[in-house]
């Protein structure tokens, strides 16, 4: 049986060994905390934007990263399910209402809204690159606002964006979600 027939298919998978996941995660969590100890240490000695483009620090981002993608390689490989567990999501302040996204919030007489994606394989950057890949993120970021703004120019009302690393950020009913279900 291939990967594609047992992990991705229909009938439940029964006895799966969780251990190399969970090893996957202490490896994963180890690396926060050491993140953690070294940007409380280098935050001590320079400024929020200097610690920011640390050497230490960039090099602790780029392990992080390397690790979430081994953990959804990890949880992929043995499970067949396609992971989003690096998206940031925050609550809404206290007494704020939270947005609802729909079919009522098209602007009138609206029939329907499509969802876009430009997406880029970009890999790991040569030592003493300018740009960290945490870097290319904030890059896309900026990008997107400036896209958005230039679309609501045009007269088109953005409903949601986003920059996502790993998979495309999944909105309403995308047919292409329906394809990996």
């Known amino acids: 049986m291939s990967h594609e027939d047992a992990t991705h298919g229909p009938a ?11 090893r996957a995660v202490e490896t994963l969590a180890a ?6 100890d070294a940007a409380v240490g ?3 000695e320079f400024g929020a ?7 230490r620090i960039l090099a ?6 390397t690790l979430n993608a081994s953990l959804f390689d990890t949880l992929h490989d043995a499970l067949g399910m396609h992971p989003d567990l690096t998206t940031s999501v925050w609550e809404p302040e206290p007494g704020s209402q939270p947005e ?11 029939i329907s809204a499509e969802v876009f994606y430009l997406g880029f394989v970009v890999a790991d950057p040569p030592p003493g690159a300018s740009m960290t890949l945490n870097g ?7 990008a997107g606002q400036d896209a958005a703004t230039r679309m609501a120019e045009g007269g088109y009302q953005v409903m949601e964006w986003a920059a996502s690393r790993g ?8 047919p292409d979600d329906e394809e990996d279900a």
């Open 12 to 22: 439940p998978l029964g006895d799966v060994d969780p251990e190399p996941m969970h």
């Open 31 to 36: 690396a926060l905390h050491q993140y953690v």
């Open 42 to 44: 280098v935050r001590a």
């Open 49 to 55: 934007t200097e610690a920011d483009e640390d050497p």
């Open 60 to 65: 602790l981002e780029n392990r992080v990263g």
């Open 100 to 110: 609802e996204s729909g079919e009522e919030d098209l602007p009138e007489g609206t």
């Open 136 to 142: 290319v993120i904030e890059l896309l970021d900026e």
């Open 167 to 174: 998979l495309a950020p999944g909105f309403g009913n995308d």
